[in-house]
């Protein structure tokens, strides 16, 4: 059974550009979170997609976008990037909305 | 709105040793659960152990146990035999269970405890 994967790995931008993250869920889940995890905090909830829909949003501007495919992976887009956007992006994936969720190894964006 | 707390920033233990890791929550809701992740310096978050808060009985995986104090708010995790491979960021969160009308399974995480397990 695979786990979670993201990639990139690392990413390195530039203020005002944009950016997409990728991630694959584990198999046999339907449901996909996302966190952002800036240095020494714990992660914070940006959006969860439900069999392709948004199924409930954190405190993030409209500038953090996302999609679930029929396959039930998922990107996170951020546009006009900023200097805080610079964090460790969680991608996690579950059997169904209030099952437990299992994390990917995160995708390093490093905004300058 | 949920709030969890995490009163110990770091920790260390002794191999061979039990260490126990704070964790306090605040919520009016009755129905919920808790967590603990471990996030290792790789990075990866791995789920260590689940308490669904209607169970009176605490929760235990191998060497994890937790002490889940519903009245108090308060669970805790204790790790028997330490073991070096258990030096980790530990990482308490909280996930409302299902309401009517829809629910959301967003977990809400304290900012963690680094824990150094020494030889």
């Known amino acids: ?112 | 709105a949920q709030t969890v707390t995490q009163s110990q920033p770091e920790m260390s233990v002794q191999e061979a040793e039990t260490v126990t890791l704070s964790c306090t929550y605040d919520t009016s809701e009755n129905n919920y659960y808790l967590f603990w992740y471990k996030q290792p310096p790789s990075r990866q978050m791995i789920l260590v152990i689940r308490q669904e808060a209607y169970k009176q009985q605490n929760a235990t995986e191998n060497r994890f146990s937790v002490n889940f104090q519903k009245a108090a708010k308060s669970f805790s995790l204790k790790i028997s035999d330490s073991q070096l491979g258990d030096t980790a960021m530990y990482f308490c969160a909280f996930m409302k269970a299902m309401n009517y009308g829809g629910s959301q399974g967003n977990l809400i995480f304290g900012k963690g405890t680094k824990l150094s397990v020494k030889p």
């Open chain 1, 1 to 112: 059974e695979t786990g979670v994967t993201q990639s990139p790995t690392h990413l390195i931008k530039t203020r005002g550009q944009q950016v997409t993250l990728r991630c694959s869920s584990q198999s046999g889940h339907n449901t996909v979170s996302w966190y952002q995890q800036a240095l020494g905090q714990g992660p914070q909830f940006i959006f969860q997609y439900y069999r392709e829909e948004e199924n409930g949003r954190g405190n993030f501007p409209p500038r953090f976008s996302g999609l679930q495919f029929p396959n039930y992976s998922s990107e996170l887009n951020v546009n006009a990037l900023e200097l805080d956007d610079s964090a460790l992006y969680l991608c996690a994936s579950s059997r169904d909305v209030l099952y437990e969720q299992y994390f990917g190894p995160g995708t390093r964006l490093t905004v300058t």
